[in-house]
């Protein structure tokens, strides 16, 4: 029955449907849309900004100082939080909309939700062309949030305040879609914004979206079963579907029950504990020893919630048994499909509770069990080696910085990274102790993300330890959430390592021929090469010029205590140090373990440089080992 109507300004209409949405899953009820993060312009002051101001007990609002930082902030927020709870993003028209492209991409890319909000140019074009205006004079109806389209997991551009119920109804069940979610776009013209229209009550009445567990149908299940029953060396895949269905007891449950191994992907890392009797800790090109070795030998993987990315498969190379079949547990059927694998689509709770209980009293051989069991002890004996400092009053490696990280950081911290040679570190070394506190953002590895991103944590976490581990590249993407943490007072730790360069990228040029050209940060040279001197940069000085306390250590003793101070202090934080190349001192000490399976990145296929010409007979050699698994 109708209740009547109001009359609000189409930006005023949002913000309340916004706060009035929900999702619902096992019973727990949260509200979806926690925040709205802005920087405002002509394309949104007066529209939504006034709105957010009239509704501020509704809606908080947050200041940001990058709209894409506000996007990686709103997607640490997500993805803490499982994909239930969102947060929005409004800009004005033009650079501030384009600046949301990035965001868009890694949280599409990742599947994570996250609503855009851009301001655009008027749906009336009384006074076209507008400031920061792009024409394109073969079509009126185009502007720069365009570029949103292909970006988005749904796009709207509301020219009529009438348009605005049936499109934010279709965004948020994209949100709230447990499969198929990331970034929502409803480009918002600035004249429509500030329109008033008579609303119905209803609109903003409270709704909630329950995000179901839907089980395997029985044929597939029975399928499925029967493969694992007939197996004789399986590995399951751990990937971010069974973060997102908080499915990590019944993994363990299953895991313990079978005995069959688990590896993880840079999003299923944390799915188990790493001292559980069955974790191997991570798979593919940055994965252990131990659990490449399974994989190669797997006649039988089961895929949870993964999406099966080249540093998975190892660029199609790493499931080397001629007679390997693919089990995919999976909500998403573009993925529950891949490498040809039986499609067991559900909800990764309740997919891996169906298998467990349909396989009681079905276990792994103990001779297999044993063999990987020794493979994991090894593996873990080379991680306590690559943390090892022999000399407390050397300079620390970058392995020896998370051996540090390893003795201070608590069960419950949580550590965001995102791009360089890190995140293959910690997903070879890092002993993860808890489902949420391996947060590395490796779908689309996007350099910036990480501080930005701790925020969004912090937000959707207040009481949490949380920890960004950058690189100088990387921090001298976007360091200006710095300034957002000073002003909203949030306990960051950043952990700046100083390498003076690109020391990931750089490995990999040299690898592929490119003999590391154009990747550290050094003055050029007459032959045009960047070989001289050291820029001189004081990153420590720039995060302290921001409003960061700055700690300085020198030496991988000084390096623990200040991790210490770090983690106790109250505000803001950064420890900075300068990391040095391991040296030669014993086998494997401050070392990080060479990759253990291949990554497909092209090489030339002509060159007059003979380290191109190496470069590329090691490539094809590899090539070899491709396959298409049908």
């Known amino acids: 029955m109708s209740q009547g109507t109001v009359r609000l300004t189409v930006a005023q209409a949002l913000v309340r449907f916004l706060a009035a949405q929900h999702t619902e899953r096992d019973g727990v009820r949260r509200r979806l849309v926690g925040a709205c993060w802005g920087i405002f312009g002509h394309g949104n002051v007066a529209g939504l900004g006034q709105a957010l101001l009239e509704y501020r007990e509704l809606m908080p609002y947050l200041q940001g100082r990058n709209e894409q930082a506000m996007v990686h902030a709103a997607v640490g927020y997500a993805r803490h939080s499982h994909r239930l709870r969102a947060q929005a993003v409004t800009t004005s028209i033009g650079p501030g909309a384009t600046n949301l492209v990035t965001g868009a991409a890694l949280a599409s890319v990742n599947r994570l939700p996250v ?135 019944a993994l363990a449950e299953f895991a313990s029950a079978t005995g069959v191994p688990v590896a993880s992907t840079q999003s299923g890392k944390g799915s188990l504990r790493h001292d559980h009797p069955q974790d191997l800790g991570g798979v593919g090109h940055t994965g252990t020893e131990v659990a490449d070795r399974m994989a190669r030998e797997a006649d039988l993987v089961i895929g949870v919630g993964t999406r099966y990315t080249d540093f998975t498969t190892a660029s199609h190379t790493l499931f080397a048994h001629p007679e390997v079949r693919f089990v995919n547990l999976n909500l998403a059927g573009h993925d529950a499909h891949k490498l040809s694998g039986l499609a067991l689509r559900a909800d990764a709770r309740a997919g891996l509770a169906a298998l467990t209980e349909a396989l009681a009293g079905w276990r792994l051989d103990p001779e297999r069990v044993a063999d990987y069991q020794r493979g994991k002890a090894g593996w873990e004996e080379r991680v306590t080696r690559a943390y090892a400092a022999p000399d407390p009053d050397a300079h620390p490696t970058q392995t020896q910085v998370l051996g540090a990280l390893d003795q201070v950081v608590g069960d419950r911290d949580v550590l965001v990274n995102a791009a360089g040679s890190l995140p293959g570190d910690l997903h070879k070394l890092w ?200």
């Open 115 to 249: 609503l855009l909000l851009p301001g655009d140019t008027f749906a009336t074009r009384v006074a076209d062309p507008v400031l920061q205006q792009l024409e394109v004079p073969q079509s009126g109806d185009v502007s720069v949030n365009d570029a949103l389209r292909p970006v988005s997991r749904y796009f709207d551009r509301i020219t009529r305040p009438e348009a605005l119920i049936p499109a934010a109804l279709q965004a948020v069940r994209v949100l709230t879609d447990p499969a198929d979610t990331g970034a929502v776009t409803l480009a918002l013209p600035q004249d429509v914004q500030a329109e008033a229209y008579d609303w119905p009550e209803e609109f903003w009445a409270p709704r909630v979206w329950p995000v179901r567990r839907p089980a395997p149908d029985p044929e597939s299940l029975a399928e499925a079963v029967e493969l694992i029953r007939r197996s004789r060396r399986p590995l399951l895949i751990a990937g971010g579907g069974v973060r997102y269905s908080e499915a990590e007891a």
């Open 431 to 630: 002993r993860t102790r808890d489902r949420d506190q391996y947060h590395v953002e490796y779908g689309y590895s996007c350099m910036g993300y990480e501080i930005p991103a701790a925020l969004g944590v912090l937000h959707a976490q207040p009481d949490a330890t949380v920890w960004a581990l950058v690189g100088d590249g990387t921090y001298l993407m976007m360091p200006t959430e710095i300034v957002t943490a000073v002003q909203q007072g949030l306990p960051l730790k950043l952990v700046l390592l100083q390498n003076h360069g690109y020391a990931s990228i750089g490995g990999l040029s040299r690898l592929t021929g490119a003999e590391g050209y154009g990747t550290a940060y050094r003055r050029p040279t007459t032959d045009g090469l960047l070989d001289g001197a050291p820029l001189p940069v004081d990153l420590a000085t720039n995060a302290a010029s921001l409003g960061m306390e700055v700690l300085r250590p020198g030496t991988v003793a000084e390096l623990v205590e200040a991790l210490r101070v770090a983690r106790a202090a109250t505000g803001p934080v950064c420890v900075h140090v300068e990391t040095v190349a391991p040296g030669e001192g014993a086998p494997d000490q401050g070392t990080p373990p060479e990759a253990q399976a291949w990554w497909d990145v092209v090489v030339a296929e002509t060159s007059e440089r003979s380290a191109t010409r190496a470069a590329r007979q090691e490539y094809e050699r590899h090539l070899a080992d491709r396959r298409h698994h049908l």
